[in-house]
């Protein structure tokens, strides 16, 4: 039997060229992308598989529930929880914060500006992390120990056995000597946690910030480990009288010492699985932009419909193919051929197929894996010991799901009808219609693809050019100041703004992906709190962030009360201070209109503020966060945490940020000053869709290629064999016009109605993607159109394509026997 199929497919290559190696691409191509498709799903989802128990380990995200507005869930936690999680949860195995920190590395003469993580002695054994050197159970017994990555540890030393080498880590302005005692092992998969180093929390750190003992202040992550799985959901329930029993205290508006006196009603705390922060950050505040589920889930699914359609082609040109072979099938059978064993002969020819098929499959994927690597942001590894077992095991179950229809049609025939027939059986009314539901489910599935990804792809680009309430072009933006001295601040201020090609500087705390510092609850004049968030800024802050001011004035050196002593001014004086609100305060706050808000007041704490003025709302942050309510004070004294934003003319982007880097470096030495503009800070908001947009157009483009190829076949085919209709029909007068519409009627009904049957399905999908995002952009039927336009297009040119040649023929040749 193997010598029969063998000697069958080799004789189908050698007779139907075209067709043959038509099946065999579409088939290769389909499991190429399906492989692709494969890796991209299994990486974003192996995200901390390299973690010992990430099931058993959470990271403790608090959920603020304000009336009337939606809950705003964040990944940053008081530390002033950390004691009391470890009192009250005895279940608890391990216990760590994590707070990220930039810093100047510093060994020898050589200098790095790294973001690392600062966290207490318990953080090895809450997340186990493992360690190419070292060992992590004491890697932070020591207060002055450090852990480097394996990256960092080249970096700086240039060697491989680091430990016992000195590094100086200089913070704010503080040096501190540090001994290295570890260097953490390569990830062997994506991971959400891949520190760069890891440290003790200074203890000046821990005197100095309120995160450690004031609830409504945080700097940080928590994180924590279960004995057992099941004891998360056990702790889960036990939150709400958790922060009734350790978070309450006097609802003062400014003590943020407690989160009021009923805790539990405003606030949930929530232990998210590590193995799920990946896709739950997508929704989650004050964390790195995690990855949309439902768009990796959707080109997981693209990869199949790419394969079902491959295999829909298979099928459709192998029925079609089929009178062709109706003769052999005749004499076999008239030799003693049993159906089974045709059947068997047919299924084991499929099979085949779809055998050499996964062989050019291999050989694409090895192709294009670096450039969809490059382009997805991923590492495609072909693992040739897995990777051609699950291929192998692909193309076999293409092969019979491709060969069962085919095999049960063809072994069919019967040799009495077939030897009496004038003319080759043309497969009956059955199997056009298959055929023609074969089309249309084909094109149904590219519509619908065609028509998310043309949408997915304008909203990635909506969401990188709109309106984000401030002119991001022409500016930069320095890391934190690493001083509290306002002396100091104003100085490098002074010099930045002397610098030629600067045309405005200003201080601030808010900044482009830099959007969550310090809330309050403000009182309305009606009574009611609302949580905002605080924003302190210098003079000359208008002219470099241009916002958009919808009512009132701005801050001007003719009103005293413009000038606050910052958050000082908020918790320590009665005030009176003007203020400028946002957009999104004005409906929080009930007032009417902007101009309504226009000199009213709200109160935080004892301090009364006057509203002279309403921004349209600023974005700093991603997409998919919704922009909070906003206080903006200007002030003269220090501003903590502050960054320089400047804006420049006339100067190239590079050469203004050596000029502010050499400036930067003659007044504080001891930290990098590396300014950034605006779409270096927050690239991070729009990589994950822009990367998933190119994956997904390249899915569009293989489902039409396939579509298209499938077409192709079937409009050959269906020319051969109505060829003695077409040159009886032009004898009797048909113009090459009538013959080209003949065809065109035969072949775009089905992708017509593809076409109609994908829209809704495409309309729902999108629409309930889009209400993921807080900006959007509205779902025009120019999507649909554009989609449905350019699918008939495509459809006619190939058919028209295959019967053209056949129209143009003289009638006498079209009648003569192929």
């Known amino acids: 039997m193997l010598k029969t199929i063998f000697g069958a497919t080799i004789r189908q290559a050698r007779q139907y060229p075209r067709y043959f190696f038509i099946d065999i691409f579409g088939m290769a191509v389909g499991l190429c992308f399906f492989m692709i498709s494969a890796q991209y799903v299994y990486f974003e989802y192996s995200f901390n598989d390299n973690v010992p128990d ?16 939606a809950p705003v869930e964040s990944g940053n936690l008081s530390f002033a929880a950390l004691p009391f999680l470890r009192v009250d949860f005895p279940f608890l195995a391990a216990s760590t914060l994590d707070r990220p920190v930039s810093v100047l590395l510093e060994a020898g003469n050589r200098r790095f500006s790294r973001t690392i993580e600062q966290t207490d002695s318990e953080f090895f054994k809450t997340i186990p992390l493992p360690l190419e050197q070292g060992d992590p159970a004491h890697a932070l017994d020591r207060p002055d120990g450090i852990v480097l990555s394996d990256r960092l540890a080249k970096a700086i030393f240039g060697r491989r056995e680091v430990l016992g080498r000195s590094i100086i880590v200089m913070e704010e302005g503080v040096k501190v000597a540090l001994t290295v005692t570890g260097v953490l092992s390569k990830p062997m998969v994506a991971t959400t946690i891949d520190p760069e180093a890891v440290m003790i ?13 004031r609830w409504r202040s945080s700097i940080g992550s928590i994180y924590v480990r279960f004995r057992e799985p099941s004891d998360m959901a056990l702790a889960q329930s036990q939150t709400s009288s958790f922060l009734s029993r350790r978070a309450s205290g006097p609802d003062s508006g400014n003590d943020d010492r407690n989160l009021g006196l009923h805790p539990e009603k405003t606030s949930l705390l929530t232990f998210v699985p590590l193995s799920e922060t990946h896709f739950h950050d997508m929704v989650v505040e004050d964390t790195s932009d995690g990855a949309d589920r439902g768009v990796v889930d959707s080109l997981g699914l693209t990869g199949i419909f790419v394969l079902i359609l491959a295999i829909g082609n298979s099928v459709n040109l192998s029925t079609a193919r089929s009178a062709l072979r109706a003769r052999e099938v005749a004499i076999r059978k008239t030799l003693g051929a049993t159906r089974s064993a045709l059947f068997i002969q047919f299924m084991g020819e499929s099979v085949l197929q779809a055998l050499l098929s996964a062989v050019l499959a291999l050989s694409f994927f090895d192709l294009v894996s670096p450039f969809v ?11 040739y010991e897995h990777t051609i077992l699950i291929l192998l095991i692909s193309a076999v179950a293409t092969g019979i799901a491709a060969g069962v229809y085919p095999a049960l049609v063809l072994s069919a025939y019967r040799p009495a009808i077939i030897f009496s027939s004038a003319a080759l059986p043309s497969g009956g009314r059955l199997e056009g219609k298959v055929r023609k539901v074969l089309i249309l489910v084909q094109f149904s599935i590219a519509s619908v693809i065609a028509i998310c990804t043309l949408v997915v792809n304008k909203q990635a680009n909506f969401i990188r050019t709109s309106d984000q309430g401030y002119t991001a072009k022409g500016l930069l933006v320095s890391p934190q100041i690493p001083a509290s001295d306002a002396n100091v601040q104003y100085q490098l201020l002074d010099a930045v703004r002397a610098i030629p090609g600067v045309t405005a500087a200003t201080l601030s705390v808010l900044e482009p992906n830099v959007s969550t510092v310090s809330y309050f609850d403000a009182k309305t004049a ?10 302190v800024i210098s003079r000359g802050y208008d002219v470099v962030y241009l916002p958009h001011l919808l009512a009132g004035r701005w801050f001007d050196n003719f009103h005293g009360q413009d000038n606050s002593q910052g958050w000082d001014g908020l918790l320590a004086s009665p005030g009176p201070y003007n203020i400028i609100i946002n957009s999104r305060t004005v409906s929080a706050a009930g007032f009417a209109s902007p101009a309504a808000a226009i ?3 709200l109160t935080i704490g004892s301090t009364r503020l006057y509203i002279i003025g309403v921004e349209d709302d600023v974005r700093f942050v991603s997409p998919h966060e919704k922009v909070r309510p906003l206080v903006v004070l200007q002030s003269r004294q220090n501003i903590p945490a502050a960054v320089i934003t400047i804006r420049f003319a006339g100067v190239a982007s590079r050469d203004m940020q050596e000029r502010l880097k050499t400036v930067w470096n003659r007044l504080i030495p001891d930290a990098e000053g590396n300014f950034e503009t605006v779409a270096d800070r927050t690239s991070e908001f729009y990589m994950n869709g822009q990367r998933q947009g190119k994956l997904a157009i ?3 483009i293989m489902t039409f290629v396939i579509a298209g190829i499938g077409l192709y076949g079937l409009a050959s085919l269906s020319s051969v064999q109505r060829r003695h209709e077409i040159g009886i029909r032009k004898a009797l007068g048909a113009r090459v016009g009538d013959i080209i519409i003949l065809m065109l009627r035969g072949f775009l009904f089905p992708v017509s109605l593809a076409c109609m049957i994908a829209c809704p399905f495409a309309w729902s999908l999108m629409r309930a993607w889009l209400s993921t995002f807080s900006q959007r952009i509205a779902l025009s039927p120019a999507y649909f159109l554009v989609v449905i336009g350019l699918t008939l297009g495509f459809a006619a040119l190939i058919v028209i394509g295959q019967t053209l040649r056949l129209a143009r023929m003289e009638p006498a040749r079209a009648l003569r026997r192929p």
């Open 201 to 213: 929390i200074p203890q000046w750190v821990r005197e100095k910030s309120y995160a450690f003992t």
């Open 373 to 383: 690597s490059s382009m997805a942001g991923v590492k495609l590894n072909v693992d």
């Open 698 to 700: 390249a899915g569009s």
């Open 54 to 69: 990430a099931k058993t380990i959470a990271r403790v995200d608090i959920t603020y529930k304000v009336p009337g507005h």
């Open 526 to 535: 009606r009574g009611e709190n609302i949580h905002v968030l605080t924003d």
């Open 599 to 601: 000199g009213q007041s």
